[in-house]
């Protein structure tokens, strides 16, 4: 009886659990999701490149965080054995914000050399080559092992390529506006173009995956669920191209999606490597009932900058 017992109090205890996570998970998708849709398509336009720069710049802030911590941790030991996710320490948000400041140093220069946009960029590399001096002192002054400390400056400028770079990306990407389009339609064909495609991926896979993909990366990916996912980026970018009214030909929208839906599997995949180095299960605990920020974006980081690419090439 007391063994039956006991049964019946696990089962409810893990319900109970279950069920919390889940409201926390649709409770935090809700308010970013509304948050997301009032800056695109609500917000005054005065106020819209400052919003969505604020969003990025948190963003990368928060990524740019668990990516410090998470390549530090495991370059200092601390693997999933000790914890599932890889703890954050101050010198962790200190590395995030300095990713996230080259965002705001970017914007900042657009509008004080609007009229000399050959100098647009003398405030980002200078700030990006200061965090590279100031970060070299710190690292080599205080280790005891040259070569993880050169490990560690690596990943330090890796993340501004990794993380920063993208970011500028999706700004420039905000500021392409094609005649007929509704506002901010590129943003939301790339956002939903990408996360359909992860979408696809998940179902396709689930149903028909039999062949693994890359197994050591990830276990649970396909070769069946990676082509369903670029099926359904391919498609979505069709309609959504048709829906937004951009000047897309049929072919392009359909390349482009699928180069975006290819490049985000690839972000997925390389963001999964990281985890699976130190054995981690998330990158953090920054987003509540998700997990790490960075597992939620990490189809954008590769996904963006291709998206980028084609919209610049057909403006």
Known sequence: ?????????????????????????????????????????????????????????????????????????????????????????????????????????????????????????????????????????????????????????????????????????LLKLSMIQFDGSYRSAQLYFCLATILMGDTGAYFIGSRFGKHKLIPKVSPKKSIEGAIGGLLFSGLTALVLSHFFNLPFPAWYAILIGICMGIAGQLGDLMESAFKRAGGYKDSGNLLPGHGGFLDRIDSLILGIPVAFLFFSLYK
């Not at 490149?49 to 740019?64: D, E, N, R, Y």
């Not at 100031?134 to 040259?146: T, V, W």
């Open 1 to 169: 009886m007391q063994t039956g017992q006991t049964g019946m109090d696990t089962f409810q205890i893990y319900k109970i659990g279950f069920l919390y996570m889940l409201k926390t998970r649709l409770l935090t998708a809700t308010i970013f999701s509304a948050l997301i849709v009032y800056v695109l398509s609500f917000s005054p336009e005065h106020l819209f490149p400052h919003l969505f720069v604020i969003i990025i710049t948190v963003a990368i802030f928060l990524s740019g965080t668990e990516f410090a911590a998470l390549r530090w941790n495991i370059m200092d030991g601390s693997i999933a054995v000790e914890q599932p996710r890889p703890k954050l320490k101050a010198k962790h948000f200190a590395i995030g914000f300095s990713y996230a400041f080259l965002i705001v140093s970017y914007y900042i220069s657009t509008y004080i050399f609007e009229k000399q946009p050959q100098k647009i960029l003398i405030i980002p590399i200078s700030w990006t080559f200061l965090c590279f001096f100031i970060s070299a002192i710190l690292i080599y002054r205080r280790a005891h092992d040259m070569h993880t400390a050169s490990n560690k400056l690596l990943n330090v400028i890796a993340g501004f390529i990794y993380l920063a770079l993208p970011a500028a990306c």
